[in-house]
């Protein structure tokens, strides 16, 4: 296939398919639905995943485990990497390290794989023990940020009651 052959054949605007328009068509009488069946019925769709009866591919595979869907995203950064990134004296923050760190997360940790020999002062969310340890050993500094704040059950109808009393 040359680069030339790549949309031959392919229209822009294709005529939808006329059925049930005379046995000369190729398409007439049952409209290429057959005869006898819930097939033939109109408004009936065959449901995606049906394999004729078979087994379907969404029961075939093995469920394990359970998938947290309200777990906050945690974003790992190690120190070898920092250390590599940014110039002495810069102050990392979780907005300075988004050009690094692709993706969406909700809680940003510094790990510590990897030797510091730059002053930094890193702001995260959390920090492992040895991230901690090679940056203050290193002269630079911690700032442990605030998390995602908790939601707690019945605030809301805690606090409207204290408003109107």
């Known amino acids: 296939m040359n680069l030339h052959e790549v949309n031959r054949g392919i229209k822009k605007h294709k005529k939808k398919l006329r059925v049930g328009r005379g046995s000369g068509s190729g398409h007439g009488k049952t409209s290429s639905r057959g005869h006898k069946g819930q097939g033939q019925l109109a408004g009936w769709t065959l449901h995606p995943a049906f394999e004729g009866g ?35 004296g810069t102050e990392i923050t979780p907005e300075a390290l988004s050009q690094a760190a ?39 500094e911690i700032v442990i940020l605030p998390g995602v704040a908790p939601v707690v059950k019945g605030e809301k109808r805690a606090k409207k009651k204290t408003a109107k009393a």
């Open 54 to 88: 078979q087994m379907p591919l969404y029961r075939r595979i093995p469920k394990r485990g359970f998938n947290n869907r309200w777990a906050l995203k945690v974003m790992t950064v190690n120190v070898g990497d920092i250390n590599e990134s940014f110039e002495a």
């Open 102 to 140: 692709k993706g969406r997360y909700d809680v940003l940790k510094i790990l510590g794989d990897g030797e510091v020999t730059k002053k930094f002062k890193v702001s995260a969310h959390a920090f492992s023990k040895s991230a901690a340890e090679k940056i203050k050993a290193a002269g630079g």
